[in-house]
């Protein structure tokens, strides 16, 4: 099947336009949309993963001409349909159609204008996995920014009671990190030149963005003059970072994330923090590093520095979030500076952990958050401190809680386990670019992490019952729940056991990152 | 070239952005920008006298002053429209719209 | 300027102004309609067919005799190239749309009502074309007069004043403009801005004189866009006027104005040869105008006028096309102008319903409209997404094109071309907050009752339309950008 | 599959089985007891070997699992306690306790030490090193109340410290291939990797400074006491290290010896003083920990694997025996069923269980604890003869404190109960002691007479000094906060993490969100200002000054103030003048 990628873009945004045409009294036709696309991109998923084949780097590569527009003098604009999937893209896109599956089992009693919200969320399905596939960045940047509004009313209409500050907040972040991108990528495809048939084309394909032999003599890729003591190559290394390190989020730019995630609904909340949270970490690992292997090796220690302190500052705040979601919050902050020091440590362990973490990292979160959704939606309170002894009347949700806490805490055979140990082994490797004391530093975010969950598990869980103006409404979980719960726990523990199928296909994207790193290396 | 040509233009100029600037009726506002056209057109005339065998400068007064009769016609008519409603041609009494 | 003054010179060149002759005849065949006709009713639609099969006559004209190379005419008072006709037809399309918008019930007086949009079509075809001051001038009075006349006609008092104060800044600001140019002649002893005469003088006598003059000019055509300085006159004159009246101002004179200033710039800019950093001032006033136009939208409440910052917000993004001072910047330029036309018109479409139907002023008066008509929310949505330069719309391909050819250009320091570059884009941020009020309170806020549901009507398909090409505009920009790469630009 | 593989993979099945069963009410006790008795059973099938697969790879680095089944004793012995005390547990355990997971967890307890016990690969070896932390959690914490939670939370965290910091060292060593065991070279690791995986058994195997999450394990139930925290789980620590004897320089093995003899003798001390009974063997534990810890650190690797062994059986008796006794007190209703002074002693067979099993612990001969004890004396004595003095000094102070519980266990008339099921395990070990003893005098006796008749009169005079010390009573207050440390990990270390998470939460909203919300008003304010410059300044200032000064010059007769449009006009025309001037200045 040669447009399984394009199946897989395209069939939710065919669905919108499906959607819209029918009748917005009818809900349940809206679901069963919603769900039919999701396990139609699950089938599409499974065919492809089926047909893989061992030796070659790209997958599914899809070419067509997009825009070739004469910029007069200086070349031909080219911007492709590019889309093709590869170690780093693959195990992100799988995320993405499993997690969006989920996300609409779990929106499955939304209430409130159906046909809006599930419009909403399929053409944010579209987007995130049009973000994941795109190699041409004017495509990926399109569909990035395409996340935004979607986003913007998800959270801002059916989000909770601080929504629209909370929306704003998120909107303000990621559009000032966007335009921070958008220069670079502006400046990128200028310095960059393919002569093809004796033109010059300026092209958006990473591919060639990557290529050194493209990059123009003369142009500012090429340039060593110094602005503010940094080329300008440092000056976009560092907008991209910044730029991506919000959308990771990574510390200081990462208080639009507890207020999105406390305030959106608990899908949406699954979504922002399993997949949205990973576009940052991808773009980082697509954009950043391969085109700028000289920068990163010069400023691995900010970029490690940076994700060792997510790692510990939100691992603190964890420690004293009173709010559950908001501690889930801050353990994603955490988490996702994992994702930064295995990029940072340059090393193929290091970048393998860091997509293996941000794979991880996507089930274990929904999970959280779905568990947070568990309660928030019996008793519409999410204050840690209100419950207590829940073990004694709600079991099954005690366990999934005990799976998904330890998940999160890193415990082996889980999936966190593996990706956690594969970014320390890279940050501890001597080939890499970081001090060695940043994973060391950072192993104290496992502490932490144990400190925040088993903390959390002794207040909620145990003691004895105490029923706060809501002890008949905290039963068990329903069988829907229990699925999407229990689905999630079977892959984070396949993942956490069974880790090489995952990872052989991450390994040589990780190689072959981390070789055109250690060519920049100066001796 | 005599300059005090000159000086009586830039005079006429700035007398005529003063009016514009500080008279509150209408009508003398319209008479300040009067004021600043003949400035223009005293130029163009001054001018081109050092081109006497072209008469562009002559061509543009001309057509300035058939611009300056065109405005007074149109603000006249504006000017007659708003004393319908306001009895006033003063435009700071007029104050309607909306604040910024 | 040494052709000799012959009637054949004339002659000749009125075979070039087939469509400013169509648009003549058509003025003048409302204005005897309107003689004819006194039944308002009877009146509107003979007028509006008429004012349509003139402006299609003008653009299929303007088409079918494209210029393939730059034409002199009436002795260089008129330059007929490919950059003016796409202008003309920028135009056109506005004027069409602008008829498109209007409504029987709120013109009072059909003829003088299209008459005067016909006049500024005219006079915008003219003012694009022009190449000598006296063109310049009378075609710009062409512009702005039936433009005050326009806005005071416009509904009861607040027209009349709104109308007034126009006029008495227009006129004015036209007034030093005319005083500028006779400045300028003294420095040139030419009124022909692209003849070698004035360059050579230009570049070899420069006297303040000259600089004052160029400002003066500059200021007065900065007037007609609506940047900043001069851009006071814009909120207070779209709040009054119809809602079809203020998409009209916000477009058509500006994108003339937009198309001179390119010209006039050039000329003095003198290929770079001028001592004067006009790059650096142009990229200033326009960071001036996005960031003015952009903070002052922030506070408005009045749908209309928040859509008039918008317009002086959008002009400083216009002007930053000028920067470059080359092709490329030019093609970008044409590029979004044409975009705006259309994604200001989209949503002008939608506000001018919901203001007709719904009787929507302020921003708050579209709370859980959306309702109302789920089609013309997304249209104003979509309209919104592109004003601030979001994908998939046209607006970021816009977009992408300006700042690209800002990027690449090398007519100011690589510094300032940086902060230009961060500071148009972080303003679009800012413009997030005020553009996405409006489906903000579309969507997300609630009202008590459920809103009637709009008629669809010729307005309602027509704005969709708009919003369809803004998405065609997106997925495709080479449809429009292959086109425009075909026009150079002439001095 | 190999039969070795079973060994492992039985209780892991029978774990997850139990968790995915279907039904309810299964005998689950009686699955696991099967299971492990098979798993006992196939020791003695198995060829001993390596088992080996490949599981991670990635770059230079490759993690196997390695598995090597060749030390049978040690297996048997896991199993075997796992076995004895699944069917204690039996008896033990109340009938609406959750028998489902409670079995699953002990379950997979004896397959992750398995696992931790015979690995050769260091990373390998924390997989099932947190395993086992992390059933030991859920096991402390079984009963759900609010005492055992807070245990097993503070358990579980003072681990998380030793785990990190073991981490850490593992992957240190990692890049020079020093994990799996088969290839380690002496010298060739740095001390720092070392020194930190020494903290990860500091923390497991309870030393000093970090033993007291051991005492407060004890409110898990007893035998999982006997298990996990006496037998089996702490010990993993000393495996650890002695698989790492081969790397250890100077430095480390002082570290290591002092630490040990530190502990030795604090864990002796503290187990004077308590009145509760499983309190005072978590003392004693500790205690010998430390002692097998500082036989390691001295060189005398062999015979602290071997007391390591000893320790197991005679620690899970005392353990199980101590159950008995409490047990007993629940059923006959005392208030404080773990307190020494209210023991009331069920059964002969029991006393003479703990006779045998407690002379087993101050190392009295016939039983196994003499040999292991002896032979660490001895090999001390030979290696280093100062550091013995560790040895020396605790061999009279474990006296003293079994002959003071003793006193009170032994010494008390007996009732005559029948003879319980809950007693056999313990009659069973106390039996395996002195079988021990008896196989293996043979060929693993201690020699050297002088230290072992030396060390046995400390012993008696010890045991009489502790008979004399169970008559003293005293207030246990002061000695229950383990030093203070309790305190300090209990309290302190919890303030200290949660205020810095509020300081860092306060630096997000004070700081952080407060430079974004600045952004916000700024812009805001600058359109306020935008606003108030149109009125204020163009509209009053400049238009009112114009007139202003046009009055004061007295050239146009009483100019009034003039109206908006000419305020905008005349901002317009100032602009414009400025931008003249700039253009001039430029």
Redesign the interface.
Known sequence: MPYLLSLLIFSPLAAVLLAGLLP?RKHQWFRMLALAVSIGQLLALIALFNSLSPNISLYYAEQAR?????????GV?QANYLVAVDGLSLPLVALSVVVLLIAVISSWHEQKNVK?YFMLLLTLNGAIIGSFCALDM?LF??FF??M??PM??LI??WGGARR?YAS??F???T??GS?LI??VF??L??GVGVVQFGQILHSFSVLDWQDAHYHMTGSWLTSSET?GGFTLKAWAFLFLLVGFGIKLPTV?F??WL?DAHVEASTPISVILAALLLKVGGYGLARVVLPVFPAETIQFSGLVGGLGVVSIV?GG??????KDLKRLIAYSSVSHMGFVLLGLASG???GI??AVYQMTSHGIITSMLFLIAGVLYDRTHDRLIDNYS?L??VMPRYTALIMIAF?AGMG???FSG??AE??V???????LSLVP?WL??LA??G???A??YF??T??RM????FVTKGFAGTLTDLTSRERFMLVSLAILTLWLGIL??GL??L??PF??GL?RLLSEHLVP | MSPVLLYLSFLLFALGVLVVLTKRDAIVVLLGIELILSAAILNAIHFNQQFPDRMDGQLFALFIIVIAVCEAVVGMSIIIRVYRYYHTAVPDQINELNER | MQEAYSISEVKGGLAYLLPELTLTAGILLIIIAGIIWHNKSRLWEISITLFVITVLMAGVLIVYDWPQNSIRLFFGFIQQTDFAAYFKLLVLTGCALTAGMSRKKSVEHPAEYFTLVLSVALGSTLFITSNHAVMFLLSLELISLPSYMLTALGRGKGGAEAGLKYFLFGSTVTAVMIFGWSLLYSATGTFDFTSSAFIDQLTQNAEPTAYLASALIIAGLLFKVSAVPFHLWAPDTYQAASAAIAAFFSTVPKLAGLAVLAKILLAFHLFGQSPVPFAAIVGVLSMASITLGNVGALRQKHAKRLMAYSSIAQAGFLLLALVPFDQSGLHALQFYSAVYLVMNFATFYVIGQFEHHQNVQTVEDFSGQAGASWALALVITTGLIALIGLPPTGGFMAKLFLFSSLWSSTSVSPTLRLVFLILGLLNTVVALFYYLKIPYYLFVKNRQNTPNRLPWELQGVLSVLLALALLVAFVLPGLLMGWINKTTFVL | MEVNGLILLLPLAASILMVTFPVNRFPFGGLALSVTLAAFLLTWVVDPGSLQANWLQSGNFNLPLLFSIHDLRLIRLIIGISGLVQFYSLFYLSSSANHRSYFSLLCFFTFAMLGLATSTHLLVTFVFWELVGYTSYRLIGFDTTTSSTSAALKALLINKVGDVCFLIGILMLASTGLLSTSNLAPGSAGTLPLLLIFVGVVAKSAQAPLFPWLTAAMAGPTPVSALLHSATMVAAGVLVLLRLVPLLNDTVSTVISFTGGVTLLLGGLLAIFSYDIKRILAYSTISQLGLMVLAIGTGAHASGYLHLQTHAIFKAGLFLCAGVFIHHGVISGHANPNDIRHFSNPNGWLKWSWVILSGSLVGLPLTAGFLSKEAILHDMMTFSASLSLFVWASIPLTALYVGRVSYFLVVKKTESSPLHALLLPALLLSLVSVTWFVAAITTEAPTGWVSIIISQTLVIAGLFAGFRLARISFAEKSWHTNLGLDGLYDKKMPQLATAWGRAGIAVDRQIIDRLVHAWAYITVLFAHLTSWFDRAIVDLTLVGGSAWVVRFTGQIVRVPMSGKVQGYLLWALFSLFLFLVLWLLL
Request: no cysteine.
């Open positions: 917005s997009w825009l070739n527009i004469s910029l007069g003098t200086w604009l809006g004017l940047y399109v920014e395409f935004l509004i913007y009313f801002g209409i629209e704003v907040k909107l303000l972040y559009l000032f335009i958008l220069i502006i400046g495809y200028l602005y200081p990462h208080t507890p500052y603190f705040n964890a420690l004293a979030s090393t193929t362990e393998a952990g002894g073990s004694t330890f415990l082996p055979g386990f593996i140990v594969l320390l082994l890279g940050g501890f490797n001597p060695v994973p060391a192993a104290s496992l502490l932490l144990a400190g088993a903390w598990i002794q869980l145990y003691g004895p880790p090489q990872l052989s991450i390994n990780a190689e981390s």
